[in-house]
């Protein structure tokens, strides 16, 4: 039996500051050789949040041109050849991302967001810190949640990006087209 849950998209900028601490090779390294089964299923390879799920170290804070790339030829990879965790297409309506979530047990925790219609953040807290809950972006965010911003294509109407949960494993994300008989694009706040 499938089950399928509506997740808020927020539509406006939190933070400015609340990814200001870049995770470089050096700090991700250090994350990793942790002994925390959680971090390396978060973080680990072919997770949605791993920074080197293009192949090569970037730091997920870093917005992406995702729709910009065919998903089979970006996500190449002989170790994951056989299991796919993240995928993205375009259909003649949506763009559309789906992404298995591992290592995140808590559904309620994933927040989606878009950015002055021009990034789409997909977040969460993994960890609970002890004093200033609140904070955790503004510091070394990688010890407590997780990222991946990604820019939209233009001529989307991102004010009814829809995400969904589904299985509690399995984040979809559908980002309208704006049909091309249309003139207007949606309205900026």
Known sequence: MTSSKQLETRFEDSGPRK?????????????????????????GAGSFFSPLL??????PSDAFPL?????DALLSN???SNKKNVDWFQTDS?????????????SNNIQVCVENGKIIEISGQWKQQR???????????WEHGYVRRLELPE??????????????????IRVPKIPKNCDHSPQEN
Not at 54 to 59: E, L, N, Q, S
């Open 155 to 172: 001529k989307t109407d991102w004010k009814k990006v829809e995400a969904r949960l589904n299985n509690d494993v399995s984040l979809e």
């Open 54 to 59: 293009f192949g090569k170290f970037f730091d």
């Open 19 to 43: 990814w200001c601490h870049p995770l470089k090779e050096d700090g991700f390294a250090a994350l990793m050789n942790q002994e925390n089964s959680t971090v390396h299923k978060i973080f």
């Open 131 to 141: 004093d200033q809950p609140r904070e955790w972006k503004c510091s070394r965010w």
């Open 94 to 106: 949506d763009y559309v991302l789906i992404a298995q979530l591992l290592g995140i047990d808590n």
């Open 78 to 80: 002989p170790q994951n």
């Open 67 to 71: 729709w910009e790339f065919e998903a």
